[in-house]
């Protein structure tokens, strides 16, 4: 029976190996259209600092534990795509977003994570080191979950899911979902619980990204009949003028030709008059 729940465990934790390495590279198709733009302003650097500073925990939390192997592995592949990441996000970020973002390091990747290291090593006994290291592994992951949250008040605001890719929100939620198993067949409590909300946020925003994806094509939509008028008024326009102008010819015209006539009559007057 506890081989059977290895095994199950060891299904769900290559499964979630494999999913968090696609929720890794998930963000890509984002870095791309920061790239093509040559800015990263409208988008957030909170979770993928957040991410960074969370696998770098789980990982100094896997040393702590035995046999969590695959815990080790997708976090440092992890540790290495978030850098990238956000080193690709302070290239192309204003001035404003790069200060930001470079003092969110400081705070949570310099002194944060060395305080953790230092604070467990030499304050906490060997023997409860992993708990309380699993502890704040687990609140931190349940930011990790929630700091798409500033990114779901956007797309609320805006009704534009511009600034949420789907496949982030798809491959978070069948991650949770493995990883939750994984948890609870090895029965780690710190691994199972913060995938709960991850599940939670993740149907969250897919349901959200499903109900805005086609506002902004409405709102286009809406504007062509206006585009349409405006253009029909402005093609109408310059052959009202025409008409115009060629009837104010025509008028000219004959007015001569009647001052014409007129000359010719007060002529032949005069002449008449002479000859008398």
Known sequence: MASFSEEWALAFGLLGNILSFMVFLSPIPTFY????KKTSEGYQSIPYVVALFSAMLWIFYAFLKSNATLIITINAFGCFIETI???FYLFYAPKKLRVQTLKMIALLIICGFGFIVVSTIFLVKPSRRAMVVGWICLIFSLCVFVAPLC???KVIQTKS????????SLFLTLSAVMWFFYGLLIKDFNVAAPNVLGF??????MALYVKYKNAGKMSSKQKLPETV???VVELEEPKNSDHIVKLNEALHSE???EASKNDEINN???EGLQQK
């Open 255 to 257: 007015n001569i030709r």
């Open 200 to 205: 939670s946020f993740g149907l969250v925003q």
């Open 33 to 36: 259209t920061i790239y093509k």
């Open 151 to 153: 990114i779901l008040r």
């Open 161 to 168: 899911v511009e600034y949420m890719p789907f496949l982030l």
């Open 229 to 231: 008028v405006t253009q």
């Open 268 to 270: 032949d007057g005069v």
């Open 85 to 87: 990441y956000v080193c």
